[in-house]
């Protein structure tokens, strides 16, 4: 079966980096930038986004190379979006030190008319707004996802809380779950999270895995053990995106679908942190994917034919 093209709005953006390890400036980034090149060993991606003419030519050709469909990539008058991050030394936690909407300001994302029939959609994180006005472009879509994060929460919360009426899958971080929620306990706040429009969710915990909560219950997957984690930065995007992919290359939304393609997540975001920026993701094969795929099936597994022990 053929993989079902993903419709992808987010940023695209260069980002200035400072992690324990070492900073980069002017790397390139974006919410988008992350899902696509993670999305891509899987299915092909449509990028709904905008970048200023100062986006460098090199960037464009990255994305394209990487067979990126590029024809909803606007060019505006104006810089590009730029964020900064600085990471403390668990680098679990993470200081915004500045956003820069550039171009991202007077932005109204236009879905062109070959991208309207895709099934598969993942609003990435930017403005809810914005989530919403590409939504309502698409013609029938099988499976809505959404991603955001706490500024939203903050600043435009009447607004997320709209679009989520008709998203079907939610991918969070830990902290988003509780600040949207309230709930300080993530399996309660991922309960809460069902009530406000999507049937599945999804809590990303960092190093500590990844857990869905959907009508049928709970599935949790670890994150691949590393020792040695260079920039966190597009962690959540690139697990996002391979999550996406392996959903659209299947076409099978059952639980166990749901559950392989949250490995598939997991994976790829390991590969992600291991370098600054989008280095690790470029350079990454098929190959050394399918390996790591492995490794977290044999973490993961355990006999439970027999009875508990004790019994
Ligand atoms: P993550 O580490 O998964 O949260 O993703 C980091 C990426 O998100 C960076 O490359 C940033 O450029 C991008 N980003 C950060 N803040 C925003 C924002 N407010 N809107 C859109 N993208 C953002």
């Given at each position: 079966m053929a993989a079902s093209p993903i419709l992808l709005v987010g940023s695209v953006a260069l980002d200035e980096l400072h992690t324990p390890a070492g900073s980069m400036l002017d790397?390139?980034?974006?919410s988008a930038s992350y899902f696509s090149l993670a999305a891509r060993f899987f299915a092909p991606v449509r990028l709904v986004a905008v970048v200023g003419t100062d986006f460098p030519a090199s960037h464009r050709a990255l994305l394209e190379s990487s067979g990126v469909?590029?024809?909803g990539l606007e060019v505006a008058d104006g810089p590009c979006f730029r964020w900064g991050g600085k990471y403390g030394d668990d680098l679990n936690t993470r200081e915004t030190l500045f956003t820069h909407l550039g171009v991202f300001e007077h932005f109204h994302p236009k879905v062109p008319d070959v991208y309207r029939d895709s099934e598969f959609v993942f609003l990435g994180n930017i403005h809810p707004a914005l989530q919403k006005e590409v939504l309502s472009q698409?013609?029938?879509?099988k499976l809505v996802a959404l991603d955001t994060m706490n500024l939203w929460i903050e600043t435009a919360r009447a607004e997320l809380l709209d679009v989520l009426r008709a998203v079907n899958l939610l991918i969070v971080n830990d902290s988003e779950a509780r600040q949207l929620?309230?709930?300080?306990?993530v399996v309660r706040a991922g309960r809460r999270l069902?009530?406000?429009?999507?049937?599945t969710v999804v809590i990303k915990k960092g190093e500590h895995g990844a857990a869905m909560f959907a009508a049928g219950g709970v599935f949790a997957v670890p994150a691949v053990p590393l020792d040695h984690v260079v920039d966190p930065t597009g962690a959540g995007d690139s697990f996002a995106g391979a999550l996406l992919g392996s959903l659209a290359s299947q076409g099978d939304l059952s639980d166990g679908g749901l559950r392989r393609a949250i490995a598939c997540g997991s994976v790829l975001a390991s590969f992600t942190v291991q370098?600054?920026?989008l280095e690790r993701l470029q350079s990454v094969t098929r190959s050394e994917i399918a390996g790591r795929f492995e490794e977290l099936r044999h973490l993961t597994h355990f006999d439970a034919t027999t009875p508990l022990p004790g019994a």
């Open positions: 790397a390139f980034g974006g469909d590029l024809r698409v013609r029938a879509p929620t309230g709930e300080s306990n069902l009530e406000l429009g999507p049937h370098a600054f920026g």
